[in-house]
């Protein structure tokens, strides 16, 4: 409105003319420029802020203020899809704000936003229908009218940007424009976040990967300074990069001074001559005053118009290589100067046999120079004999890796330049440098040894000889008590052969003697040896020695005692004499009698046997004549009984003495008790319970199954008079393994698998004093006249010739047990039944009967032809050769003693066998002799007869011989 004054002629004020004019639409211009002029500046902030802020955070944040303020809005709010999700909103000082919960914009619109992303324009929020909850959020955040813009990057719904007013708004197209260019803003703020994000972590990820190289990567410029460096670095040097990198130390620095103009001369050259990488070593000072050793390797890059600009490099620490190096060479160094001054020669040479290397001491040995032997075949070095297996052993190696003597020491023979041989000790081994294969020998000119050797070999043999030579045992003890040296004197005195005892714990030690020897060798070591001491020691067989021992430590080189030797004089029967005229007379009596049976018995058997042959034999020849009716008939068996008892008596006799004639056979022992259960229990009477505990699997033992009942009679017998008010008898078997524990406590055992025969009685035992004489022949405790006191040294003998021991634990209350230890054989059992005896057997053949005893020859010839035989009779061997020579007929078989003056039996039938061929011999005897016999035990295959024997069984034994197609 514009308003002009009217004024009268005297100048007053007499009206006014208004002029009214319509300026809305000139308004809105106004209002439509300045809203303009503010969009333009609120992108050109958002510009600007675009460009120097890469946080899309920080964008969306002051992009909604400057929208809010900028529009004049009481609330600007903008969502970014994405993990994360990104928002930010921005309202008037009193209003709520709405986020995080968007859906509240959508819940004021009553729609969803659709897929395509279409902006939504809400000029009224009154005019839609809004309920429940919905009406009362409007009027909570007190919302009129609100404008939602999508926000897309490359085609792409990404976002939306919302705009509120608190009143009912038309929203005009400038405001829509504005906001739809906030948007464009926005979505490439985002763009650019994301591209810059990637490029961060693509960047973080390039870092991280050149600080995680073995080694420092940089970029230096041509004044040394440094633009990059990696973060290793810091462990290289000690500086950190950013030291480095702001300048305020410089690389050169850190260069060794005295390398640095070598750094520095091969860095210009390597410029002058335009080469594109440079490798260069040298020490690096750290911050710690240590020194580093470091490789560097460099990529010089030039301009375009071909100067130095710049250089990448990679910077690798190195130091513990240089330490390794210096120490190769060091090592090689001591090597040289050890090879240089080992007395051995050193010679090494490659995979085909060219030498390498050639000590001086080489050069001393075989008279070349090394300088001559570098490239040179080994082969020269070693006799013609031994090349072609050296070529051989080469081949080999190369190819399987594989040599006989590596590792070892041989000797062999060297070769010298002047053609002369020597023995050399060579020991060998093997090296390898990449893929290459070198070997070394350490050669030993032994020449000087092996005449030592056999110096010594002869000083030894001499020593050996005489310690051979000893009529004394001479025993040699390592400081364990082992055995080393066993001379044959001590072989004869103690009884175990050489191969027993050597290698060995000494077995002549008593069990109840070993802290006696522990003291004595104690005292070797401290006194220096001493000599007279009187000991007593077993042998083999269990008797005790007695002993005068003189002995001296063993030294070695330096002086320490490495063992002990002892020389052991037998003083047992001198101890014994004297003993003997300390005895009363009933006691050397005794031991007189004791003795002269022992040494009369197996010579007194051969006689009494042969006269019980002829008493039994024309015994039972009467018998077989007389009719059973006869009145001579009794007397005659009476004589037939006295002979059997006579003969029991005899064996007894052979026994103890160890004389009695073996024929082992493969029994089972279980078998053996099993068939005198019937018998023992008729023996023991019914008052003593008898037990048997027989093991199942029982190992097969090889003994004379008549020898071994007689063991278990005997045995029984004793246990049976030890009860006499009753008890209990136990006999059981078991398997069991005499250990080096076991042998150690009865040094006479042999360690191995044995069988147990234990027989065990409740009875009155025995005290200390008789169980040391309870094998002694005609030791009795019984009353005179109730037994010899011959059956438990016939047990002994029994055991012992069968190779066997027996031991006795006894305690006089306590009862008595006898175990018996047979060796395992390997084989099963022989199951074979007797026959039962058949009518008595007859025949047609010659037989030469060889006997010098008249009346056991004329029996023989009795009962031959009373059964149909030829019989011819010899008095001894002489005769015997000149009948088996002389005589037209043939000669089937020849019965023969053992033993006859002028030739024995089985010289005879050896002498006769050209004779006679095919001619069987069947020996007969009444003791053991070593003509067919080893040890009481016969040769295999040697039919033989033990005298005394019956009528049957000579018949039975001839026609076995005979039938025999084995027999001899």
């Known amino acids: 409105m514009t308003v002009d004054p009217v004024v009268d002629v005297d100048g007053r004020l007499a009206g006014a003319i208004h002029y009214l004019s319509d300026i809305t639409r000139i308004k809105e211009a106004v209002k439509e420029t300045d809203l303009e002029i503010r969009r333009l500046g609120l992108l050109n902030r958002l510009g600007t802020l675009l460009l120097r802020e890469p946080d899309l955070d920080a964008v969306l944040k002051e992009a909604v203020r400057d929208v809010c303020q900028t529009v004049g809005l009481s609330r600007c709010a903008v969502r970014i899809f994405g993990d994360p999700e990104r928002t930010a909103e921005f309202c008037k000082p009193d209003f709520p704000p709405a986020s995080p919960d968007f859906s509240v914009y959508r819940n004021f619109a009553e729609r969803g936003w659709n897929p395509a992303g279409e902006k939504i324009v809400v000029n009224d929020v009154r005019r839609y229908t809004l309920r429940g909850d919905r009406r009362e959020e409007a009027e909570r955040f007190r919302v009129g009218a609100f404008l939602g813009i999508p926000i897309h990057s490359r085609q792409e719904h990404i976002g939306i940007l919302l705009l509120c007013r608190e009143r009912p708004h038309v929203w005009t197209g400038s405001e829509i424009a504005t906001a739809e260019a906030v948007a464009r803003e926005i979505a490439i703020a985002a763009h650019h976040s994301k591209v810059f994000q990637s490029q961060r972590e693509l960047s973080d990820r390039l870092v991280s990967l050149l600080n995680n190289l073995p080694g420092v990567v940089y970029r230096g410029l041509r004044d040394w300074s440094i633009v990059f460096i990696g973060a290793d670095v810091r462990r290289m040097t000690g500086y950190r990069p950013e030291e480095l990198l702001s300048g305020s130390m410089s690389w050169r620095s850190l260069i060794h001074p005295d390398d640095l103009d070598r750094v520095k001369q091969v860095f210009r050259e390597a410029v002058r001559e335009r080469r594109r990488v440079l490798r260069v070593e040298y020490r690096a000072l750290h911050k710690d005053g240590s020194i580093r050793w470091v490789a560097d390797r460099r990529q010089l890059v030039y301009d375009e118009d071909g100067n130095f600009a710049y250089v990448d490099g990679l910077l690798l620490d190195v130091t513990d290589r240089k330490e390794a190096e210096e120490q190769h060479r060091e090592s090689e160094r001591r090597f040289q100067a050890i090879a240089d001054t080992a007395s051995d020669a050193m010679v090494s040479s490659d995979s085909a046999g060219r030498i390498v290397f050639f000590n001086q001491s080489a050069e001393k040995m075989f008279g070349y120079r090394n300088s001559e032997m570098e490239g040179r075949s080994l082969v020269q070095l070693m006799p013609e004999r031994y090349r072609s297996a050296h070529e051989r052993g080469m081949a080999r190696v190369l190819e399987s890796g594989v040599t006989r003597i590596l590792g070892s020491t041989v000797e062999l023979h060297g070769l010298r330049r002047d053609g002369t041989e020597f023995p050399i000790e060579l020991s060998l081994a093997s090296w390898k440098t990449g893929e290459n294969v070198f070997f070394t020998g350490i050669v030993r000119d032994i020449t000087a040894r092996k005449k030592a050797a056999e110096e010594l070999r002869i000083a030894y043999d001499k020593l050996q000889s005489l310690v051979e030579a000893s009529p004394v045992p001479v025993v040699a003890l390592t400081n364990d008590g082992i055995v080393t040296m066993w001379n044959p004197a001590a072989e004869r005195v103690f009884g175990w052969a050489g191969e027993e005892a050597l290698g060995r714990l000494l077995p002549i030690i008593p069990e109840e003697k070993q802290e006696e020897f522990q003291k004595l060798r104690e005292r070797v070591i401290r006194e220096n040896g001493f000599s007279g001491v009187e000991v007593c020691r077993q042998r083999k067989d269990g008797t005790l020695v007695d002993i005068r021992l003189s002995t001296a430590p063993m030294r070695d080189a330096q002086g320490n005692a490495v063992g002990m030797v002892g020389i052991f004089e037998d003083v047992t029967e001198s101890r014994r004499m004297e003993k003997a005229l300390r005895d009363s007379e009933e006691q050397l009596r005794q031991s007189q009698k004791i003795e002269a049976i022992g040494r009369l018995a197996g010579g007194v058997a051969h006689d009494f046997n042969n006269l019980l042959t002829a008493i039994r034999g024309y015994s039972d020849l009467l018998l077989h004549r007389l009719d059973a009716g006869s009145p001579l008939r009794r007397d005659v068996e009476e004589i037939q009984k006295a002979g059997e008892r006579a003969t029991s008596l005899t064996r007894q006799l052979l026994a103890f003495s160890r004389k009695q004639v073996l024929q082992p056979k493969v029994l089972d022992l279980n078998a053996i008790v099993a068939n005198m259960n019937g018998m023992l229990r008729r023996l023991i009477g019914e008052d003593i319970d008898l037990v048997t505990a027989l093991r199942p699997g029982l190992w097969s033992v090889k003994v004379d199954p008549g020898q071994i009942e007689q063991v278990i009679m005997n045995i029984v017998v004793n246990a049976r008079d030890a009860m006499p008010k009753g008890g209990k008898l136990t006999v059981e078997t078991s398997n069991t393994d005499l250990g080096d524990m076991y042998v150690q406590r009865h040094a006479i055992v042999k360690a191995g698998p044995y069988v147990m025969l234990a027989i065990s009685d409740t009875g009155e035992g025995m005290s200390e004093a008789v169980k040391s004489r309870l094998f002694e022949p005609f030791f009795t405790t019984k009353e005179k006249g109730k037994g010899t006191g011959l059956g438990l040294s016939t047990v002994y003998g029994i055991v012992k010739q069968s190779g066997g021991y027996i031991w006795v634990y006894s305690e006089p209350g306590k009862g008595s047990t006898f175990k018996v230890y047979f060796p395992r054989v390997r084989g099963a059992a022989d199951s074979k039944k007797e026959r039962e005896k058949d009518p008595l057997p007859s025949g047609r053949e010659?037989?030469?009967?060889?006997?010098?005893?008249?009346?056991?020859?004329?029996?023989?010839?009795?009962?031959?032809?009373?059964?149909?035989?030829?019989?011819?009779?010899?008095?001894?061997?002489?005769?015997?050769?000149?009948?088996?020579?002389?005589?037209?007929?043939?000669?089937?078989?020849?019965?023969?003693?053992?033993?006859?003056?002028?030739?024995?039996?089985?010289?005879?039938?050896?002498?006769?066998?050209?004779?006679?061929?095919?001619?069987?011999?069947?020996?007969?005897?009444?003791?053991?002799?070593?003509?067919?016999?080893?040890?009481?035990?016969?040769?295999p295959g040697i039919p033989f007869l033990q005298k005394p024997f019956t009528p049957e069984s000579l018949l039975r034994k001839i026609r076995e011989v005979l039938d025999n197609s084995s027999a001899e």
């Open 846 to 939: 010659s037989v030469l009967v060889v006997e010098d005893e008249e009346v056991v020859r004329s029996l023989v010839r009795d009962i031959l032809k009373e059964s149909g035989y030829t019989v011819l009779t010899a008095s001894d061997g002489d005769e015997a050769l000149k009948i088996g020579r002389e005589h037209k007929g043939p000669i089937h078989l020849i019965v023969t003693d053992v033993v006859m003056p002028k030739m024995g039996g089985r010289q005879a039938a050896e002498s006769l066998a050209p004779h006679l061929p095919g001619v069987k011999v069947l020996y007969m005897s009444g003791y053991t002799d070593d003509a067919i016999v080893h040890h009481g035990v016969l040769d």
